[in-house]
């Protein structure tokens, strides 16, 4: 009875912890207000080192070209995280999407960010190949930083894109909810 007691105690420990290290995770930002907090926060360092390897597309002086960036597992930069809504399977922003990126233009050229340089990063799920997936979240994430430059009026040359496909979901691909979640673009500060 007593190592049962434990165990169950122990199990919900686990539960606890697993929901407060995931809380927020999956929150997007909606407002220009949420965005400029989000992304003046200092980022948060952890104990452990860890960088992980991973393939993304990325816009390079004239071009874009698939490169490997190593991710600093030990470092939580912020990064504001919003819904944008496309056309299926394509790069085409969907119309209820152009509120949402005024908003994120909004922060951008508010004078507390006004200076910093910005990386948008495309995400998406895992349906498809790894590189159709790859291809589609840097194409996606370039139509944001064509519609923040043309409609938003924010300089080009703050803007640097980045596509990373299925490579960094926020929840398990495994059912349409999450899938959903995961795809995303989230907007960080180039440091």
């Known amino acids: 009875m007593r190592k049962g007691l434990i165990l169950s105690l122990v199990m919900g420990v686990i539960l606890m912890s697993t929901q407060f290290i995931f809380a927020g995770q999956d929150e997007f930002q909606t407002t220009s207000q949420e965005m400029i907090e ?5 980022p948060k360092r952890y104990r452990s080192f860890k960088k ?6 990325e816009s390079g002086q004239e071009k874009s070209e698939k490169t490997i960036i190593y991710v600093d597992e030990s470092v939580e930069a912020p990064k504001v995280k ?18 949402l990126l005024s908003e994120v ?7 507390e960010l006004q200076l910093k340089k910005i990386i948008v990063n495309g995400h998406t799920d ?8 790859l291809h589609l979240s840097y194409r996606r994430a ?24 299925e490579s960094m979901p926020l929840k398990p ?15 960080e500060i180039l440091r």
């Open 38 to 42: 989000v992304l003046t926060k200092e």
């Open 52 to 57: 992980r390897a991973i393939v993304v597309i």
């Open 82 to 99: 919003i819904k944008v809504h496309f056309d299926y399977d394509s790069a085409r922003l969907g119309s209820n999407s152009h509120a």
């Open 105 to 111: 233009g909004q922060a951008l050229n508010s004078k």
């Open 126 to 133: 895992s349906d498809g190949t790894t590189d159709y997936n």
């Open 142 to 165: 370039n139509a944001v930083k064509k519609y923040l430059v043309d409609v938003c009026h924010v300089s080009e040359y703050r803007l640097m894109v980045r596509g990373f496909g």
């Open 173 to 187: 691909n495994n059912n349409a909810g999450n899938k959903q979640i995961n795809r995303r673009v989230e907007f």
